[in-house]
């Protein structure tokens, strides 16, 4: 019996002693509950699903569990900026109790945050507290419309949870992000569930598309612009490049034609002649077409 309690409670197992002579594996881990999936290696054998873990971060180790097995990872592996985090060990008994507890440790500063929030009349929302595994830190995260300032609340936090306290800012971008939902398409919200880093999304994206520009189609739970503009943007920008441009005046079966309309996912156009009889002219059809020199465009 000792010596079983000693196993579960030494990080560093027979088993674990000379990781560098066994296979890489990975897997997907969460380290909050309903957030976000990160690819992590290890080259520990025997890990299992729900599982949880010790993994190596920019703070520190903390805790995960895991959520599932990625196979076939290529030989070849990404860039150092894409490599995922490290799993150094299995965790001890205490440290699984802990982790269990780290929910229930995070709302409870949610909730004295918030209430000292009130009390000194901020204007601020918060909307996330993020506890480092080791007690070093606690992050409250929040939204503004304008700067804060929240020394008289750092204050009270600190002398009520005896650690460090840092208070970061945020958009609606990341508040969405973190709170997570459904999007107009039915699926997860995809910042909340894939999307690392946000890139600049622009109304011109959603005119290469043909998208209706009505603020309600092509805005997502934050109000922003959708971030599944950006893509199929470039696509739509590459395939449009090589058809004729709308506007342009070309000849086809010795007709003079007038480009009106694109179909970049069938790559047909619509053209319209003198007499307002409109055509659609397939891939092969607008290719054989001779386009009209630029001066001769009305």
């Not at 601020?124 to 008289?152: H, P």
């Not at 307002?276 to 059809?285: A, C, H, T, V």
């Amino acid at each position: 019996m000792m010596n079983q309690e000693n196993k579960n409670n030494n990080p560093a197992t027979a088993e674990e002693k000379h990781p560098q002579e066994r296979s890489l594996s990975h897997f997907k881990v969460q380290f909050r509950r309903k957030e976000h999936l990160f690819s992590a290696s290890t080259r520990l054998q025997g890990l299992q699903k729900d599982d949880v873990v010790m993994v190596q971060t920019e703070h520190g180790l903390e805790p995960a569990r895991l959520i599932s097995v990625v196979p076939g990872w290529p030989e070849k592996e990404p860039s150092k900026g894409a490599l995922p985090v490290s799993i150094v060990r299995r965790v001890t008994r205490d440290e699984a109790a802990k982790f269990e507890k780290l929910d229930d440790m995070e709302h409870k500063a949610f909730s004295t945050c918030s209430e000292l929030i009130e009390k000194l009349n901020l204007p601020m929302n918060l909307v996330k507290v993020e506890r480092f595994f080791n007690g070093g830190k606690i992050i409250f995260y929040f939204t503004a419309e304008n700067r804060v300032d929240f020394r008289e609340l750092v204050k009270n936090l600190v002398q009520e949870f005896r650690t460090r306290v840092e208070m970061r800012q945020i958009g609606v971008r990341h508040e969405t992000k973190m709170l997570g939902g459904l999007g107009c398409c039915g699926r997860e919200l995809c910042c909340s569930s894939f999307i690392q880093n946000f890139e600049s999304v622009s109304i011109k994206m959603a005119k290469e598309q043909n998208l209706p520009l009505n603020p309600a189609k092509i805005s997502g739970a934050c109000n922003r612009l959708l971030c599944c503009l950006n893509y199929e943007y470039k696509t739509y920008k590459s395939t449009r490049r090589g058809m004729p441009k709308i506007g342009r005046t070309i000849t086809f079966n010795n007709q003079t034609y007038k480009v009106r309309q694109h179909n970049v996912l069938k790559e047909t156009v619509v053209v319209v002649n003198e007499n307002g009889e409109e055509i659609s002219l397939n891939k092969d059809e607008w290719k054989s077409a001779v386009a009209q020199p630029a001066a001769k465009d009305k």
